[in-house]
Every structure is written in structure tokens, then in C-alpha cells.
């Protein structure tokens, strides 16, 4: 892995060789019927913060019915006016964090996965120009915060742990930065983005 692969120019130049199919995607779950998985999006949202590159996290009120109180990207179900799954990503971040779509430089889709929670997920990858006067959605979103990808690719704040679902064991990837932890299905994201990253 080379040294300067976090860099904002490393970074840049891996992101811009995405296009509109995932660069990775997952099977189904054992036990999950992918028929009933519900479309989804996000987008992971990335801005160049004194030279390093860092990712904008949310982090979900206590009183959301679904992943209450979880750190997430910001994203959603499809709806019926979303032409694809890159608008919905776009669509969704807007209205969670109050990043404009036209301030998006979207580069296109990393990876595609189902949940145990029966989601199927598109994460998508876009930047935009830090400084940003986010709007954050209180009804949706209890705290937002920018995290460095080197940071959060030390393997200090990385841990691996078995979890179990019904008769199958997973891999969750935890990630510490200051007082949050992302970990779930948002930390499978993260860890796969920065292992592609340093490929």
C-alpha cells in the first residue's frame, strides 16, 4: 500500500475510474429474500479539510424509528420521482445535511450490498468544497461531523468483530474517531472504501 494513497490527489485520481456500476458488489444473505430488499442510496460524501481528505459523517437522532442513534452516510429508499440511484443519493444528502446536489462533483458508485435489515445499498462517492454551511435536518440527524481518512485508516482506531445473525456469523468493522463510533453497515462501507482506496 503506498504511503501517499490518502493523499487528496491519490484520492482523486482512484475516485475518477468509478462510473455508474458498482465497483464492488455483495451477494445475498443467507436467509435474506432479495426480493424483498428495499432500494437504497448513499452518498459519502468527501472534502479536502489543511491538505488531508475526510469524509462527512451523521450521526441519527435516539428517536429515529430504524438505526436510532447509528453514525451513517446520509442516504435513503428510492422514491418514485428518483430517475436512478445517483439521485436518490444526491437527493436524500440534500435533504438530510443540506448539501446542495449542484455543489456535488459525483464520481460515481463504489459498492452495492444488502443488509440484515432488508436494504439493498448503492453507496456512491461524491466531493464537494470544504468549507460548506451544512443545514443539517434536525428531525433526521442529531450531530454531523468531518472525520480524516488517514485518521480513520489507523489501524489504532480499527477493530473486527464476529457478530452473529441467525445461523451465520459476519465480520463488523468498528471505527473510533473522537466520541463516535461507525460501525454496521456504514462501517463495511468505510472500511471497503479505504481498502480500495489503497489498492
Same mark, same amino acid.
Given at each position: ?13 482512484? #475516485?475518477? !475510474?468509478? /462510473? =455508474?456500476?458498482?465497483? #464492488? ?11 424483498? +430488499? ?10 479536502? *479539510?489543511?491538505?488531508? &481528505? ?9 428517536? &429515529? ?16 420521482? @428518483?430517475? @436512478?440511484?445517483? %439521485?436518490?443519493? #444526491? ?9 446542495? !446536489? %449542484? ?6 458508485? $463504489? $459498492?452495492? &450490498?444488502? !443488509?440484515?435489515?432488508?436494504? %439493498?445499498? !448503492?453507496?456512491? *462517492? ?25 485518521? +480513520?485508516? =489507523? ?15 459476519? @465480520? ?11 460501525? /454496521?453497515?456504514?462501517?463495511? &462501507?468505510? @472500511?471497503?472504501?479505504? /481498502?480500495?482506496?489503497?489498492?
Amino acid at each position: 500500500m503506498r504511503e501517499d494513497h490518502l493523499s487528496p490527489k491519490e484520492v482523486r485520481r482512484r #475516485l475518477a !475510474t468509478l /462510473g =455508474d456500476q458498482p465497483q #464492488l458488489s455483495y451477494g445475498r444473505i443467507p436467509g435474506v429474500d432479495p426480493s424483498m +430488499l428495499t432500494p437504497s442510496a448513499v452518498l459519502i460524501p468527501l472534502c479536502e *479539510v489543511e491538505g488531508r &481528505m475526510s469524509a462527512v459523517f451523521t450521526k441519527r437522532p435516539d428517536t &429515529m424509528p430504524e438505526h436510532s442513534g447509528e453514525v451513517s452516510f446520509p442516504g435513503g429508499r428510492v422514491e418514485e420521482d @428518483d430517475e @436512478d440511484l445517483s %439521485q436518490t443519493a #444526491l437527493r436524500e444528502t440534500e435533504e438530510e445535511i443540506g448539501l446542495s !446536489t %449542484q455543489d456535488v462533483e459525483l464520481y460515481g458508485a $463504489l $459498492l452495492e &450490498m444488502p !443488509t440484515v435489515t432488508g436494504y %439493498q445499498i !448503492t453507496a456512491y *462517492v461524491g466531493e464537494f468544497s470544504h468549507p460548506y454551511d451544512f443545514e443539517p435536518n434536525p428531525g433526521e440527524i442529531e450531530a454531523l461531523f468531518v472525520a480524516p481518512l488517514e485518521e +480513520l485508516a =489507523d489501524p489504532k482506531n480499527h477493530r473486527v468483530e464476529r457478530r452473529s445473525w441467525g445461523e451465520h456469523t459476519f @465480520d463488523i468493522h468498528y471505527f473510533d474517531y473522537e466520541e463516535y463510533v461507525i460501525w /454496521g453497515a456504514t462501517g463495511h &462501507m468505510l @472500511d471497503v472504501l479505504l /481498502g480500495w482506496l489503497g489498492e
